[in-house]
């Protein structure tokens, strides 16, 4: 059975591979109330390098570990892309659509890291 942490993993690792920035990975485990395990959230520069980012996520995770997810939504405007992992939620935002919902501050008394953008 795949734990939650190597979704998260190979979430991070698919951004990476297309240069998303701002990762960051909500862990929201030792919440009593919450809607999942685990956020991650990264940012784009256009609707097409979100697309991309969507594309890599779907296409690495499913090719790492096998796993598909339950539901993605945004890909019409591609404005904000989340995925549906059960326990895990990914979010890839066009950089002013994050920062206008600025989700992961919703979540501010969660363990929040911050990954290291690629150079």
Not at 26 to 48: K, N, Q
Not at 79 to 94: C, L, M, P, S, T
Request: aromatic share 10%; hydrophobic share 45%.
């Amino acid at each position: 059975m795949v734990e939650n942490k190597q979704i998260v993993q190979m979430i991070v690792e698919g951004v990476q591979e297309l240069k998303g920035k701002k990762i960051v990975v909500v862990d929201m485990t030792g919440l009593h109330e919450r809607a999942c395990d685990y956020f991650v959230i990264c940012e784009a520069d256009s609707s097409t390098h979100v697309g991309s980012i969507a594309d890599s996520i779907k296409n690495y995770v499913q090719q790492q570990i096998g796993i598909k997810p339950f539901a993605v939504d945004g890909r019409a405007n591609a404005e904000w892309i989340a995925f549906d992992y059960g326990q895990v939620f990914a979010h890839v935002f066009q950089s002013p659509i994050r920062a206008f919902y600025d989700i992961e501050h919703l979540w501010a008394d969660a363990a929040i890291n911050i990954i290291p953008d690629l150079n």
